[in-house]
């Protein structure tokens, strides 16, 4: 009995370790910065990291001479099927968080776990936008031709696709709102890689400023302020 009762307070005691690991890591880290590339291309494509204090999205013109993301990202997909926005918020994360957690209060364990240890499927968000407002919880970007193309790359790798090369989009009621759209994703989320984890990547690739690793909105927005 007792070698039972040591097991389990040995077992305890390194998962608190473990999750007291995790948690300083996740706060030091962030502070090692990546700076931006230097480049001597002009700047003229203007591109925004948007977080709503949780999760980040990269946020790109809807057309540029670039891309057209309407046209992998239909306007007829969201609910209000509008076409006349000019911004793209685009996000990763774990399909579970994004289709069956509307709210915090809805959040399940099997839904946090299997999010946590890379057990579940992930998808992009997508959401339109008329305008951007520049303020705490969103950041311009200033990116050249060749950065954007970059960062194009990026968000496009993470796509899953059908037989035809197009992006799949989740049929589903659970969207945020009148703008927004669900497609699948490659990858799985966990705590070493979220939705955060994701966009701070993106940056890297667009040689913007980001953190060394973070899976939170302030390890990349510290870098900005």
């Known amino acids: 009995m007792k070698k039972i009762i040591l097991t389990a307070l040995k077992t305890i005691w390194a998962i608190i370790g473990i999750v007291a690991f995790y948690l300083l890591c996740a706060y030091?880290?962030?502070?090692?910065?990546?700076?931006?590339k230097s480049v001597s291309e002009p700047k003229n494509i203007d591109a925004y990291i948007l977080t709503n204090g949780v999760h980040t999205d990269l946020v790109v013109p809807v057309k540029t001479p670039e891309i057209d993301w309407s046209q992998?990202?239909?306007?007829?997909?969201?609910?209000?099927?509008?076409?006349?926005?000019?911004y793209l918020a685009i996000g990763w994360g774990d399909k579970g968080f994004y289709l069956d957690t509307p709210t915090w209060a809805d959040l399940k364990f099997s839904t946090a776990f299997k999010a946590a240890?890379?057990?579940?499927?992930?998808?992009?968000h997508f959401t339109y936008y008329e305008k951007m407002t520049v303020g705490k919880d969103c950041v311009r970007l200033n990116l050249t031709h060749q950065q954007y193309l970059d960062l194009i790359k990026f968000i496009n790798d993470k796509f899953d696709r059908d037989q035809n090369g197009k992006?799949?989009?989740?049929?589903?009621?659970?969207?945020?709102?009148k703008n927004d759209a669900f497609y699948d994703a490659k990858g799985s989320y966990s705590f070493l890689d979220?939705?955060?984890?994701?966009s701070n990547n993106g940056l890297k690739?667009?040689?913007?400023?980001?953190?060394?690793?973070?899976?939170s909105d302030f390890g990349i927005f510290q870098h900005y302020q």
């Open 194 to 198: 979220t939705c955060n984890t994701w």
């Open 205 to 215: 690739a667009a040689g913007q400023k980001a953190a060394l690793w973070t899976p």
């Open 72 to 86: 992998q990202i239909p306007f007829e997909n969201t609910l209000s099927k509008r076409t006349d926005f000019k």
């Open 28 to 36: 030091l880290i962030p502070f090692i910065e990546i700076p931006a």
């Open 167 to 177: 992006p799949i989009l989740i049929k589903t009621d659970a969207v945020y709102g």
């Open 117 to 124: 240890f890379w057990l579940s499927e992930s998808a992009m």
